[in-house]
């Protein structure tokens, strides 16, 4: 287990994972080569092919698949219940840049945002997805708007950082199954400030994405009711 | 008005089945907060096949020509009702389910730490 550092702020970098043995080891030593050197913990999510086997990081590993969200909210409450004042998530299959972490962490530590999201739309540089994928976040913008009246460009971006305000409502309430619009929805009702900072996002490194088209349909859907139904929701207090 | 043959088989089809939800019940093989929706659902369409006159005239005001179709109707509706409830009753689940897997394997990754074993689950 990493050493906790008392003066400075601390930061948990979540992975989640599933069957990403081939990249997951170059995300955590990207993490790891930070300035601020956070400590890193994979959440291996049901893997079968040795993920996180022999990482430098913690590796906590649930028992079966339970979905890339409550991988991601399995890392939010061990950052909650081991005391860090900030959790970023940084994905297991190589997209995201760790370079991009510290733009991110910086407006928290200065107490300008309580959530902070990588946007690969907001200079458009990089990896862009495909027609289809964009089409959606054109939708899920559109969706947000009308939901909280928040403007996010990249709103099914998981490249993020989040205080421990917001990180308490997600550590509550975080959707299995395509989570991001729906934790957005929930952080902007809840009265976070979320902040974009663009991104560069690459192409995976390895294994295939789990979004092919049917899937793509059903995130839409999903994300579109969920928002429907969200509204109709009190609002979440999260665990502090 | 005479007992017609249709009123017979719903009371028979609907004691047998209530038979049968008592004796899982007797055996424990229904858990106390599922049996009570399966009392209702299993005895409702005995009642009613015991007390036709009104239904029959409930039909006539719905416009149901064919009075059985109303009971017909109504055991679809009970059992649509009990499928939503075990849907709640599985959502209910499937949430805790989630959390002791969570639960688990940050504490399976804690006693790890602390005793510098690692197995793979």
Redesign the interface.
């Known amino acids: 287990?990493e050493s906790p550092r008392a003066a400075s702020p601390r930061t948990l970098v979540v992975v989640p994972a599933f069957n990403e043995a081939a990249s997951v080891g170059r995300v955590v030593a990207e993490a790891r080569a930070l300035p601020q050197a956070p400590d890193v913990v994979v959440?291996d999510d049901g893997s079968s092919d040795?993920t996180g086997?022999g990482v430098p990081a913690?590796?906590?590993?649930?028992?079966?698949n339970?979905g890339i969200g409550?991988a991601v909210?399995?890392g939010i409450?061990?950052a909650l219940?081991d005391g860090y004042d900030f959790v970023a998530r940084l994905d297991g299959d190589g997209q995201h840049d760790a370079r991009v972490l510290p733009a991110l962490l910086a407006l928290l530590h200065a107490g300008q945002a309580d959530f902070v999201v990588g946007s690969r739309y907001v200079e458009r540089e990089g990896f862009q997805s495909s027609g289809p994928r964009r089409l959606g976040s054109r939708w899920f913008r559109l969706l947000l708007r009308l939901a909280c009246g928040q403007q996010v460009s990249d709103p099914t971006s998981g490249l993020w950082a989040a205080n421990r305000r917001a990180a308490a409502l997600l550590g509550a309430e975080y959707a299995?199954d395509y989570p991001e619009v729906d934790a957005l929805v929930l952080l902007a009702r809840s009265g976070c400030r979320i902040v974009e900072v663009p991104t560069v996002m690459r192409e995976r490194t390895a294994g295939t994405s789990s979004i092919n088209a049917p899937r793509a349909l059903y995130y839409m859907l999903k994300v579109t009711v969920a928002l429907g139904v969200g509204r109709l929701r009190p609002r979440a207090l999260g665990r502090s | 008005m005479a007992i017609r043959p249709f009123q017979i088989f719903v009371a028979a089809s609907s004691l047998a089945l209530t038979a049968l939800v008592l004796e899982l019940i007797r055996r424990r093989k229904i858990k106390d907060e599922l049996w009570l929706p399966w009392l209702i659902v299993s005895i409702t369409p005995f009642v009613m096949s015991l007390w036709i006159s009104p239904w029959a005239e409930l039909a006539h005001l719905l416009g149901i020509a064919y009075e059985p179709a109303l009971l017909l109707m109504a055991g679809l509706l009970l059992c649509l009702a009990l499928i939503l409830y075990l849907t709640v009753v599985v959502s209910t689940l499937m949430r805790q389910n989630?959390r002791l897997?969570?639960e688990?394997?940050?504490l399976?990754?804690r006693i790890e730490?602390a005793t510098g074993a690692r197995s793979?689950?």
Not at chain 1, 58 to 64: D, I, K
């Open positions: 287990m959440i040795g086997d913690r590796v906590v590993r649930l028992p079966f339970c409550a909210q399995t409450r061990l219940d299995s | 989630l897997a969570q688990m394997a940050l399976r990754e730490s793979r689950g």
